[in-house]
């Protein structure tokens, strides 16, 4: 018996995140059609998570931000993996979230509890990679009509270790976890140097933790004391502990989303009038304003990971970008504005100008003419030949 507890306390308890960036608007529309795909979530486990992930969310961003409702938690459901050879090792299903942004961007979560086993990061990998045989990502993105225009995934990992605590199991495994980070295929290994700068950039503030980040998967790893623990303490452990990191990163894909749907929408309304730019752009300043606010709110805890995560995701230069795109449509605004004020301008010349020399043409052919008929053609015929003579003088200088 003390050997079977030794070999459980030698394993780990996994646990996976898939998250699916969506291109939004995602509307009710939507949200029904992912519901069908899928079979009905417990009630009692989908109130639990979401609870323990509010009251997270809530310590870690503030009461202001849980206030403003910037984003919404539902509930979609949960689907069936397809068995592998590993079946006995993988997880059975994916309970299915969907993350809604005021916008309209959305993300959508597949969470999945694996039993407890030993470290193997070559074959997490081939689960995790969209292009594997043997991928639990595409699995549920070909269960998942929804997913097929989504971006390429954000993986995310918890790891509880019963047997060894966080620095003898990054000695032994560091390395493995790298390749996990970016899902690496290759036989040829990383440099040492650039395993030990990985694993120097830990998030985790905690002791008994560590948390890493790359371009394609985060994870966060835990030690408990006590050896071989019973898996539902091993999941508690797990999940109160990833939590913060966990959402942290979510927010962060979120507003890049955000950022993402900006940039096409003034791509899209590039050429609008003038009242639609400015609506646009009044739009998206109140956005980024909020988006400044979410960053302005980043504690001791968070902002490291915020600021390297926004550079590893390639926020900032989204970002940038809807700047500098911005900046365009304030230049066009004011071009728009002023080739308004010119046309204007030119139509108001033009008939008044027109209008005056009727008026002396009609003073002049009253004089000269006593048929009434004979006056008016007079006073049409100056005002129509000033108007276009007029018009072709100044239409090449306005042009």
Same mark, same amino acid.
Not at 85 to 106: C, F, I, M, R
């Given at each position: 018996?003390?050997?079977?507890?030794?070999?459980?306390?030698?394993?780990?308890?996994?646990?996976?995140?898939?998250?699916?960036?969506?291109?939004?608007?995602?509307?009710?529309?939507?949200?029904?059609?992912?519901? !069908?795909?899928?079979?009905?979530?417990?009630?009692?486990?989908?109130?639990?998570?979401? *609870?323990?992930?509010?009251?997270?969310?809530?310590?870690?961003?503030?009461?202001?931000?849980? *206030?403003? !409702?910037?984003?919404?938690?539902?509930?979609?459901?949960?689907?069936?993996?397809?068995?592998?050879?590993?079946?006995?090792?993988?997880?059975?299903? $994916?309970?299915? @979230?969907? #993350?809604?942004?005021?916008? =309209? $961007?959305?993300?959508?979560?597949?969470?999945?509890?694996?039993?407890?086993?030993?470290?193997?990061?070559?074959?997490? %990998?081939?689960?995790?990679?969209?292009?594997?045989?043997?991928?639990?990502?595409?699995?549920?993105?070909?269960?998942?009509?929804?997913? +097929? =225009?989504?971006?390429?995934?954000?993986?995310?990992?918890?790891?509880?270790?019963?047997?060894?605590?966080?620095?003898?199991?990054?000695? +032994?495994?560091?390395?493995?976890?790298?390749?996990?980070? @970016?899902?690496?295929?290759?036989?040829?290994?990383?440099?040492?140097?650039?395993?030990?700068?990985?694993?120097?950039?830990?998030?985790?503030?905690? *002791?008994?933790?560590?948390?890493?980040?790359?371009?394609?998967?985060?994870?966060?790893?835990?030690?408990?004391?006590?050896?071989?623990?019973?898996?539902?303490?091993?999941?508690?452990?797990?999940?109160?502990?990833?939590?913060?990191?966990?959402?942290?990163? !979510?927010?962060?894909?979120?507003?890049?989303?955000?950022?993402?749907?900006?940039?096409?929408?003034?791509?899209?309304?590039?050429?609008?009038?003038?009242?639609?730019?400015?609506?646009?752009?009044?739009?998206?300043?109140?956005?980024?304003?909020? @988006?400044?606010?979410?960053?302005?709110? $980043?504690?001791?805890?968070?902002?490291?990971?915020?600021?390297? =995560?926004? *550079?590893?995701? =390639?926020?900032?230069?989204?970002?940038?970008?809807?700047?500098?795109?911005?900046?365009?449509?304030?230049?066009?605004?004011?071009?728009?504005?002023?080739?308004?004020?010119?046309?204007?301008?030119?139509?108001?010349?033009?008939?008044?100008?027109?209008?005056?020399?009727?008026?002396?043409?009609?003073? %002049? $052919?009253?004089?000269?003419?006593?048929?009434?008929?004979?006056?008016?053609?007079?006073? %049409?015929?100056?005002? #129509?030949?000033?108007?276009?003579?007029?018009?072709?003088?100044?239409?090449?200088?306005?042009?």
């Amino acid at each position: 018996m003390k050997t079977d507890e030794a070999n459980d306390g030698d394993k780990v308890l996994p646990g996976f995140v898939i998250l699916f960036a969506v291109p939004g608007p995602v509307g009710q529309g939507d949200i029904s059609e992912i519901r !069908e795909e899928t079979k009905p979530l417990p009630e009692e486990q989908a109130r639990e998570r979401l *609870k323990a992930l509010e009251e997270v969310e809530l310590r870690l961003f503030g009461e202001e931000f849980h *206030k403003a !409702e910037r984003t919404s938690r539902i509930v979609i459901g949960r689907m069936e993996l397809a068995a592998t050879e590993y079946s006995d090792l993988q997880p059975t299903h $994916a309970d299915v @979230y969907l #993350v809604l942004h005021k916008t =309209g $961007a959305a993300i959508l979560e597949a969470w999945m509890e694996a039993p407890k086993q030993e470290y193997n990061a070559d074959l997490w %990998i081939k689960w995790l990679r969209s292009d594997s045989m043997e991928g639990i990502t595409g699995s549920i993105r070909k269960g998942l009509r929804f997913l +097929s =225009g989504a971006y390429d995934p954000y993986c995310f990992i918890t790891i509880v270790t019963a047997n060894e605590n966080i620095e003898s199991f990054l000695r +032994s495994h560091g390395a493995d976890i790298v390749r996990l980070m @970016y899902l690496d295929v290759s036989p040829m290994p990383f440099k040492d140097d650039f395993v030990s700068d990985e694993l120097e950039r830990d998030f985790c503030l905690r *002791k008994g933790g560590a948390s890493y980040m790359s371009i394609s998967l985060a994870v966060h790893i835990k030690e408990i004391e006590g050896g071989s623990v019973a898996n539902e303490l091993l999941q508690d452990v797990r999940a109160r502990s990833a939590i913060p990191f966990f959402l942290t990163v !979510e927010l962060l894909l979120l507003e890049r989303e955000v950022l993402r749907d900006y940039y096409d929408l003034l791509a899209i309304n590039a050429f609008g009038s003038v009242s639609d730019l400015v609506g646009l752009k009044e739009n998206i300043l109140n956005g980024l304003e909020e @988006y400044y606010g979410v960053i302005a709110r $980043a504690n001791q805890f968070s902002a490291p990971l915020r600021e390297y =995560g926004e *550079k590893m995701l =390639g926020i900032n230069d989204i970002y940038e970008s809807v700047v500098d795109r911005l900046d365009a449509i304030t230049f066009d605004i004011t071009m728009l504005y002023q080739r308004s004020n010119n046309v204007l301008t030119f139509l108001l010349t033009v008939l008044l100008s027109a209008l005056e020399a009727g008026f002396i043409a009609s003073s %002049i $052919a009253l004089y000269y003419i006593n048929d009434l008929f004979g006056v008016m053609f007079w006073t %049409i015929l100056a005002a #129509v030949v000033t108007a276009v003579a007029l018009s072709m003088v100044l239409y090449k200088r306005i042009r």
